[in-house]
């Protein structure tokens, strides 16, 4: 395994941890409350035919007030079966769509109180015969302006690939 795959791998064991010691979903962490934000995994899927994954979360403001999410996209990645980290071809929330080749930063999205907004993400270039295990979302913190949080996901029990 290189490095850098086991750097990954600890930074998902250590986000879990430190998820499960603030009290959220440790147990199904295909659902995530964080920062006020419920993050929930809908659908992952590998197109074996063409090697792209698609990636499906719905994202729930759970504050009384509307409120700015925005999204690291470059810290936006899924990771295989296999450990291979995949940076996004296509980000979209809500009706906004992001491609890796506009080269922003961030997305930013109006989160309305108590209204899924589905987040989907595609990545190509996946190995053949991999399957995506997680989804690491990188997003702002609400209270602090430059302080990113990482929400980490995997599909939920039961669901087919």
């Known amino acids: 395994m290189t490095r850098q795959k086991l750097v990954l791998v600890m930074l998902i ?9 603030r009290g959220t979903a440790a ?3 295909s659902v995530l409350v964080i920062d006020d ?4 995994a809908e659908r992952f899927v590998v197109d074996s035919a063409t090697n792209v994954a698609t990636v ?9 007030m509307p409120r700015e999410l925005k999204v690291n996209v470059y810290g936006t990645q899924l990771v295989d079966d296999r450990r291979d980290a995949y940076y996004f071809s296509t980000i979209g929330l809500g009706r906004v ?10 997305l ?4 309305q109180p108590d209204s899924p907004a ?14 995506i295990q997680v989804v690491k979302i990188v997003f702002e913190d609400s209270a602090e302006e430059g302080r990113f949080l990482d929400a ?9 690939n």
Request: no cysteine; proline share 2%; aromatic share 8%.
């Open 37 to 40: 934000i419920r993050f929930e």
């Open 27 to 29: 147990r199904d962490s």
């Open 56 to 64: 499906e979360l719905s994202l729930v403001n759970l504050k009384k």
């Open 118 to 131: 589905k987040l989907v993400i595609t990545a190509e270039g996946i190995s053949p015969g991999a399957a």
């Open 97 to 106: 769509l992001m491609r890796f080749t506009d080269k922003q930063n961030y």
């Open 108 to 111: 930013h999205y109006l989160l």
């Open 152 to 160: 980490y996901l995997t599909e939920a029990s039961g669901a087919a």
């Open 13 to 21: 064991l250590s986000s879990a941890t430190a998820v499960s010691a």
